[in-house]
Antibody, heavy 124, light 109 residues
Framework: VQLVQSGAEVKKPGDSLKISCKGS????????IAWVRQMPGRGLEWMGI????????RYSPSFHGQVTLSVDKSINTAYLQWTSLKASDTAFYFC??????????????????WGQGTLVSVSS | QSVLTQPPSASGTPGQRVTISCSGS????????VSWYQQLPGTAPKLLIY???QRPSGVPDRFSGSKSGTSASLAISGLQSEDEADYFC??????????FGGGTKLTVL
């Protein structure tokens, strides 16, 4: 089971960006994918989750309207997208498979495995 | 400001037992299970404990998790130099979001 993310990006404020997370070694449509932000030298922040089977999403209030989660199950890939980047978006972004309780994603679930992370740098 | 509260740092000498706490509320730790993640320098987080006290295969039994009320703990016994890392706790909240602790940097002296 593995998640492989796209490479580092260097962008300017106002640019758009879409980064990817490709799953392998498991039945991709059967799981949720989570996205987590880690700003330089800081902790982990949950951004939201997307179900790879039907693209149902749940966003953190802190990120709702700021980013868009999507998935293409035909190629086992999840995406995180910005329409207008800000300098404050500079961070590592990790995807992770949500594992655990199949009856409810909101109880007794955890993140495993994680992608290797994508560094997004936004500077003028 | 993270929803779950962890001490920013912890330390111990090789062979010692170290405990890292994670304090929450009735809407997260008090009503849901806890997971713990280890982040070695320059790498992605890795699952260490799930369902509050379960270890994934491959994680040494030196690592253990527990919970009491609205607080959880990660214990590391027989501390080794390779345990030097950042440790994060996480739990689902009744608001249907995941909350993380701010992380604890463990130093092996």
């Amino acid at each position: 089971v593995q998640l492989v993310q796209s490479g580092a990006e260097v962008k300017k404020p106002g640019d758009s960006l879409k980064i990817s997370c490709k799953g392998s070694g498991y039945i991709f449509p059967n799981y949720w994918i989570a996205w987590v932000r880690q700003m330089p030298g800081r902790g982990l922040e949950w951004m939201g989750i997307i179900y790879a089977g039907d693209s149902e999403t749940r966003y953190s209030p802190s990120f709702h309207g700021q980013v868009t989660l999507s998935v293409d199950k035909s190629i086992n890939t999840a995406y995180l997208q910005w329409t207008s980047l800000k300098a404050s978006d500079t961070a590592f972004y990790f995807c992770a498979r949500v594992d655990g309780n199949a009856a409810s994603v909101y109880y007794d679930n955890w993140f495993d495995p994680w992608g290797q992370g994508t560094l997004v740098s936004v500077s003028s | 400001q993270s929803v779950l509260t962890q001490p920013p740092s912890a330390s111990g000498t090789p062979g010692q037992r170290v405990t890292i706490s994670c304090s929450g509320s009735t809407s997260n730790i008090g009503s849901n299970t806890v997971s713990w993640y280890q982040q070695l320098p320059g790498t992605a987080p890795k699952l260490l404990i799930y369902s509050t006290n379960q270890r994934p295969s491959g994680v040494p039994d030196r690592f253990s998790g527990s919970k009491s009320g609205t607080s959880a703990s990660l214990a590391i016994s027989g501390l080794q130099s390779e345990d030097e890392a950042d440790y994060f706790c996480a739990a689902w909240d009744d608001s249907l979001t995941v909350v993380f602790g701010g992380g604890t940097k463990l130093t092996v002296l």
